[in-house]
């Protein structure tokens, strides 16, 4: 890939329509830098958007895209990468559109193990709908549709990958430029579903999960001796009540991503004859 | 009528009736007599009652009959299910040593063939070849030549090994040779031709994966449900070998997401499924047309709605096809007619799907997703597939499709409707795909002009395509009656058979089968000709009906059958004549 490439050549030249402040420029930009710094051009990239204030994203960068239906931009991405092998799939969705009406696909996303990075931009609550409840808000976090709190206990999306195995898990904050591009491009380089949650904070609707509270209380796993190979350390680490960490949290060094475990290498869109393959008949014997 | 012979094995589900009765049908075919097979059978994995039927002639045989020459019953109520079409002289092979069949009551102007089916099983290797006993004693009571049989078990066991095989050999021999031995005076008046004609045999399910891998169709997502499964497990192990991929994905929605996926990067690709998956399809089914995305949607229809009645007969999800989606979704609905047509309607769904960027429903149903039907392999000749990807656009022509500043027209406004097409990875060729209303670029917009400009454009596809493609029906019967009957889907083959039975009360009438759902041939002038029209279908309220008269605004008689069964030949015939007559249950302004 050509080395001249620059993250601004993935910027399209619509302008985002995010309220100023939004966590999820940050994000953006952390994944154009993460996809320009890993060789890739916007010709060989596709991203797959899925709904809601996420969903813009494709809209804004500039690649081969497609902006999904709610909830099932995993699967787009999946069938993508399956068919082309060569392009970069980078999947963007919410919270919403990730862990509420997509779960399922989320689960077995993780469980194929595409070898595709799944961004997911969390701002705990419905930005684009005004302000309802999201899967991740917390139990007695007080919106239009849950005066009193959604009254029971978020999606733990961390867990949720860790027990449906997946090969990749990390957590990044928008706001924190560079270590959100270092996160996203390891997602990149992992060979399988790179799953990286980002915090990307909702500046009109959510005052609890705000900048300021990511800032003071996550803990950088850069920092300590963690061991991102180690899966029990893993476990106790995403299940841990008291505390929110940045960083890989999870990653299967052997991991074999879908098209190795397939053999799945060549470019689908090539048919490189005019009729039916030259030994098709043997489909029509075989039914002597 | 063609001197033809029927032949049926029941039992219980979990009794090896459907791979029992396909050897036989394949050996029948291989001794070159053509076979139309159909299944009866309950949603259920063990139980129940389930049977498996053959239908077979020297000449071409295209649908069921209320006739039944020989049965194999493995259960008391095989035989009672079957009464109403066993006559004088049916033979009935059973194992009166099974505990359940010891006091059945074959009636007396039958043939009574008692056959220790287990015991001679096991004479031969294992009670697991009762079945195998079973077709040789049938093959004794038809006088087929059991060397028939030996073709067909090798080619089901012959993975298992040469001895399997042996036993198989020997079982059937056993059953061969007690029926002689035992009933040296029976009353076995069926003798099965044989010619030297080779013949294919195969069901709609299995011509629709064919039909998608002649197609260069390179990726498949499916989700199992009956009656459409049998797609999927015919290209898993198949499509590899041409460079494609099978997924089983976790439901419907993720298997028309992942295909959409692949036809987005370019591949060939096709879900199936029926009914109930359709509905969950439908919100991405917009996406697709509103992306432009050329995509294949197979419905295998069955009995609904909701869950229905999943192993039974019926074309009810037509107006769904037609209609289903919020907004106005440009699409086509093709219908195939006969086993042979899943093949080629097949192929024709993807070379219209990537001319005209479009997804394409391909509506089959049960009775001819799991019915077999045996043809002259050349109906299959790959060298008449032709494939035709439509606007795909190079780095070297994509110039001539991008804006000042270089951006990408996946949906530029052109006369044809058809805008130029670049796979990902094409140079020069980045561009956003969204089923919200875009430019030319595929940018969002609510520019009021430019909304009215991609709708026209999307909708101008169905009018090139009126213009280009041929959507004429097929015709049978007498080009010149003035009886007009019209139907879409399996119930072809039918009709044509009906013919026969119309023919012999001098009753003319012209067939028009219709695989061309949308867009359609206009009907205006032949409804005009008629006299009466009648439309035949199988559901309850005539949604073909409802769309010819539409387009004819004319009144047509219906005959729509919904209890979950197929048509036969001799009951349509009936009720054409009754509804012709004025007797029928038809609807007339």
Redesign the interface.
């Known amino acids: 890939m050509s080395s001249q490439v620059r993250f601004t050549d993935f910027k399209s030249d619509k302008q985002p329509t995010w309220c100023p402040g939004c966590g999820d420029f940050g994000t953006m930009n952390g994944m154009m830098k993460a996809l320009a710094e890993t060789g890739n051009d916007p010709d060989n990239t596709f991203v797959v958007a899925g709904i809601g204030c996420s969903g813009k994203i494709g809209t804004y960068m500039h690649s081969y895209a497609i902006h999904g239906v709610h909830g099932r931009a995993l699967p787009v991405g999946a069938g993508v990468k399956m068919a082309n092998p060569d392009l970069e799939v980078m999947v963007a969705g919410g919270d919403g559109d990730g862990y509420s009406i997509g779960a399922g696909h989320f689960v077995h996303a993780v469980r194929r193990n595409v070898d595709m990075s799944y961004v997911v931009m969390d701002n705990r609550i419905y930005g684009l709908t005004k302000g309802q409840a999201s899967p991740t808000s917390r139990e007695d976090f007080e919106t239009s549709t849950t005066p009193e709190g959604p009254q029971q206990p978020p999606v733990n999306p961390l867990a949720l990958a860790l027990a449906s195995g997946a090969t990749f898990i990390a957590q990044s904050f928008s706001s924190d430029a560079l270590r959100h591009q270092e996160i996203v491009q390891k997602a990149i380089e992992h060979d399988g579903f790179g799953f990286v949650n980002v915090f990307s904070p909702c500046v009109t609707f959510n005052d609890v999960d705000t900048y300021d509270y990511f800032r003071d209380s996550l803990v950088d796993l850069q920092e300590t001796d963690y061991d991102p190979t180690d899966r029990e350390a893993a476990k106790e680490k995403v299940l841990d009540a008291d505390k929110e960490y940045m960083g890989v949290l999870y990653q299967d060094e052997e991991s074999q991503s879908y098209e190795q475990t397939h053999g799945l290498d060549s470019d689908m869109s090539d048919i490189d004859h005019d009729g039916a393959p030259e030994d098709a008949m043997d489909l029509v014997r075989e039914f002597y | 009528m063609p001197a033809d012979f029927n032949w049926a094995i029941g039992g219980e589900a979990g009794d090896g009736i459907d791979s029992t009765g396909k050897i036989f049908a394949q050996a029948l ?2 001794a070159g007599r053509h076979v139309f097979t159909s299944k009866d059978f309950a949603s259920r994995i063990r139980g129940g009652y389930t049977a498996y039927k053959v239908r077979t002639s020297t000449e071409k045989v295209r649908s069921v009959v209320d006739r039944l020459d020989v049965l194999v019953a493995l259960t008391p109520r095989t035989i009672e299910e079957n009464m109403d079409e066993l006559h004088d002289g049916s033979v009935i092979i059973y194992d009166g040593d099974r505990t359940t069949m010891a006091d059945v009551d074959i009636p007396e102007n039958m043939v009574d063939l008692d056959v220790p089916l287990k015991a001679l099983a096991e004479d031969a290797g294992g009670a697991i070849m009762r079945n195998v006993v079973a077709l040789g004693a049938a093959c004794e009571a038809t006088s087929f030549d059991i060397e028939h049989l030996d073709s067909s078990l090798k080619k089901r066991f012959g993975d298992k090994g040469q001895a399997i095989v042996e036993n198989n050999k020997q079982a059937a021999r056993l059953g061969q040779e007690y029926v002689q031995e035992n009933y040296p005076d029976a009353d076995l008046d069926y003798e099965l031709e044989t010619t030297d004609n ?5 069901n709609g399910d ?1 011509a629709i994966g ?1 039909g998608a ?4 169709c ?2 498949y ?1 499916g989700y199992p449900i009956t009656p459409a499964t049998d797609v999927m497990t015919y290209l898993k192990g ?1 499509i590899e070998h ?4 099978v ?1 089983q ?3 419907e ?3 028309i ?13 096709m879900t199936a499924t029926s009914g109930p998956g359709i509905d969950l399809m439908t ?2 089914f ?2 697709v047309a509103t ?1 432009e995305t050329p995509l294949v949607i197979v419905d295998v229809m069955r009995s609904g709605p909701s869950t229905g009645m999943p192993t039974k007969q019926e074309q009810g999800d037509l107006n769904m096809l037609l209609y289903g989606g919020h907004g106005e979704i440009p699409r086509f609905v093709l219908a195939p007619t006969t086993v042979n047509e899943c093949f080629w309607k097949t192929v024709e769904a993807f070379n219209l799907a990537e001319k005209y960027q479009t997804p394409v429903y391909l509506a089959a149903d049960l009775a001819m997703a799991v019915t077999e039907q045996t043809f002259e ?1 050349e109906a ?1 000749d ?6 035709d ?1 439509g606007k795909v656009v190079d780095e070297d022509t994509i110039e001539d499709h991008q804006t000042e ?1 270089g951006g990408f027209k996946p949906h530029e406004i052109t006369d044809d409707g058809v805008s130029p097409r670049a ?14 209303e875009h430019d030319e670029q595929g ?2 917009t609510e520019d009021t002009e430019m909304r009215v400009k991609q709708v026209d454009k999307r909708n101008r596809k169905v009018e090139t395509a009126k213009e280009r493609e041929d959507f004429s029906p097929r015709e049978f019967g007498d080009p010149d009656a003035d009886n007009l009957i019209v139907t879409w889907g399996s119930n072809e083959g039918t009709l044509v058979e009906a013919l026969e039975y119309l023919d012999d009360d001098d009753v003319d009438v012209r067939i028009l089968s219709c695989p061309y759902i949308f867009p359609r041939a206009d009907l205006t002038e032949e409804f005009e000709a008629a006299d009466q029209v009648v439309v035949v279908e199988c559901n309850a309220t005539g949604q073909f009906a409802d769309v010819v008269e539409h387009d004819t605004l004319q009144r047509v008689k219906r005959i729509n059958k919904y209890d979950g069964v197929q048509f036969k030949a001799d009951e349509l015939a009936n009720d054409i004549k009754e509804t012709l007559a004025g007797e029928g249950q038809e609807v007339e302004a």
């Open positions: 075919s291989r080779d013949y294919v045999l195969l299995e064919m891998i002649a197609a260069g390179k990726y997502a198949r041409f460079g494609g991929h997924v994905a976790e439901d929605l993720a298997a997401n992942l295909a959409l996926g692949a036809a987005r990067a370019g591949a060939r690709s919100e991405t917009g996406l992306s392999p299959f790959m060298d008449a597939v032709e494939i990807r500043s796979f990902p990875g094409t140079a020069g060729g980045a561009h956003m795909s969204t089923g919200l940018r969002r």
